[in-house]
T-cell receptor
Framework: RKEVEQDPGPFNVPEGATVAFNCTYSNSASQSFFWYRQDCRKEPKLLMSVYSSGNEDGRFTAQLNRASQYISLLIRDSKLSDSATYLCVVRGTDYKLSFGAGTTVTVRA | SAVISQKPSRDICQRGTSLTIQCQVDSQVTMMFWYRQQPGQSLTLIATANQGSEATYESGFVIDKFPISRPNLTFSTLTVSNMSPEDSSIYLC???????????FGPGTRLTVL
């Protein structure tokens, strides 16, 4: 079983729509959780950390459910520039990151 | 934040040869990592580059195939040895900087092995 599993998508949404997707992780001892964004042929960049209480950063909302071991990301009022692959990332106690395979989002005009 | 550069940005190599990738960071960092991203897949950790000692390799990766140097806190190299087409991938350097949750990635080295 993979450490981090994501719905690969793709999610094709019109501008202004809301899109949400999840990932699940297998290691209950995982300590930190993140969403990274990766544009085509670019390196991953941190989008946001995910906290147990849930957190927002502008149009982006992340949720963590430790009991069910899943993480979600919601994007409101989608922009064309939100088109990317979103990587669910989990860290254990040793600073090593485990990456999901990514969820592809395409926002169309 | 940390600014990371990698050389080369891309290369096309013949099977059986070796390529050394350099990673330079604009500030001293404690932890540096090397990742691989194979076509259409997500990132896999190859090893943690330790300053002044041997790198710590993940399962499936060995020093003979991927020797790593870390002579100081701002620089590391990864060598892909005796390459085969299966080594065609993007290799990324990554560092922890600015805080325990701040992990940054270099632009990657796109390697194609013929």
């Amino acid at each position: 079983r993979k450490e981090v599993e994501q719905d690969p998508g793709p999610f094709n949404v019109p501008e202004g729509a809301t899109v949400a997707f999840n990932c699940t992780y297998s290691n209950s001892a995982s300590q930190s959780f993140f969403w990274y964004r990766q544009d085509c042929r670019k390196e991953p960049k941190l989008l946001m950390s995910v906290y147990s209480s849930g957190n927002e950063d502008g149009r982006f909302t992340a949720q963590l459910n430790r009991a069910s071991q899943y993480i979600s990301l919601l994007i409101r009022d989608s922009k064309l520039s939100d088109s990317a692959t979103y990587l669910c990332v989990v860290r254990g106690t040793d600073y090593k990151l485990s990456f999901g395979a990514g969820t592809t989002v395409t926002v169309r005009a | 934040s940390a600014v990371i550069s990698q050389k080369p940005s891309r290369d096309i190599c013949q099977r059986g040869t070796s390529l050394t990738i350099q990673c330079q960071v604009d500030s001293q960092v404690t932890m540096m990592f090397w990742y691989r991203q194979q076509p259409g897949q997500s990132l896999t950790l190859i090893a943690t580059a330790n300053q002044g000692s041997e790198a710590t390799y993940e399962s499936g990766f060995v020093i003979d195939k991927f020797p790593i140097s870390r002579p100081n806190l701002t620089f590391s190299t990864l060598t892909v040895s005796n390459m085969s087409p299966e080594d065609s991938s993007i290799y990324l350097c990554s560092v922890l900087a600015g805080g325990p949750n701040e992990q940054f990635f270099g632009p990657g080295t796109r390697l194609t092995v013929l």
